[in-house]
């Protein structure tokens, strides 16, 4: 059974550094094509996707907040961590995990699984 | 950066088909995913390459890809499917995930 859950502050300051760990069962991050992405959405706003680790430990990021973002894995643990640095207001979004399927080349994402989402607030 | 346009809201009567657009540039080179999500939940993948079903989806949710238009279709729409749906690509000129903005389904 695959699941994923989403773990970190639910409140931080600004400038401060968000760090969120996404843990999961029931697949590895070592099977071709298999991915992890974070995804957030704000309230009242639309799904953004921020980044994807890959089973080759690639990694994708969204180009506007790619100087921000820093997603890596931890295989033996089952774990993703997403750190995103100098948190402001407009980042208070619920973040998502979730397990992208089909990325061997051509690479066509998708996201099959996802956790039940964390909601992080930015106030000072 | 590559967009996907969604209309922002679909109204359809219950029982009544319901179609809701997602338009992008050079479609026929991408795949389209389409997710269902309700308030308060996790967004639920309905429709992924294009025209695939996952196990546990209605037989009522199907979608399409031609020319610059993905399309998700619900046939005989019901209460329940009322949420907001949004389609989804890899953009492989910029190795990145592209959602569309979502449209909201209302079921009068």
């Known amino acids: 059974q695959v699941t994923l859950r989403e773990s970190g502050p639910a409140l931080v300051k600004p400038t401060q550094t968000l760090t969120l760990t996404c843990t999961f069962t029931g697949f590895s991050l070592t099977t071709d094509g298999v991915g992890v992405s974070w995804i957030r959405q704000p309230p009242g706003k639309t799904l953004e996707w921020l980044a994807l680790i890959d089973w080759e430990d690639d990694k994708y990021y969204n180009i506007s907040l790619k100087t921000r973002l820093t997603i890596s894995k931890d295989t033996s643990k089952n774990q993703v961590v997403l750190t995103m640095t100098n948190m402001d207001p407009v980042d208070t979004a619920t973040y998502y995990c979730a397990r992208g399927r089909d990325g061997q080349q051509p690479r066509k994402y998708y996201f099959d699984y996802w956790g039940r989402g964390t909601l992080v607030t930015v106030s000072s | 950066s590559y967009e996907l346009t969604q209309p922002p809201s679909v109204s359809v009567s219950p029982g009544q088909i319901a179609s809701i657009s997602c338009s992008g540039d050079q479609w026929g080179n991408k795949y389209a995913s389409w997710y269902q999500k309700r308030s308060g939940q996790s967004p639920v993948l309905v429709i992924y390459q294009d025209t695939k079903r996952p196990s546990g989806i209605p037989e009522r949710f199907s979608g399409s890809n031609s020319g610059n238009t993905a399309t998700l279709t619900i046939s005989g729409t019901q209460a329940v499917d009322e949420a907001d749906y949004y389609c989804?690509?890899?953009?492989?000129?910029?190795?990145?995930?592209?959602f569309g903005g979502g449209t909201k389904l209302t079921v009068l």
């Open positions: 989804q690509a890899w953009d492989s000129t910029t190795a990145s995930v592209v």
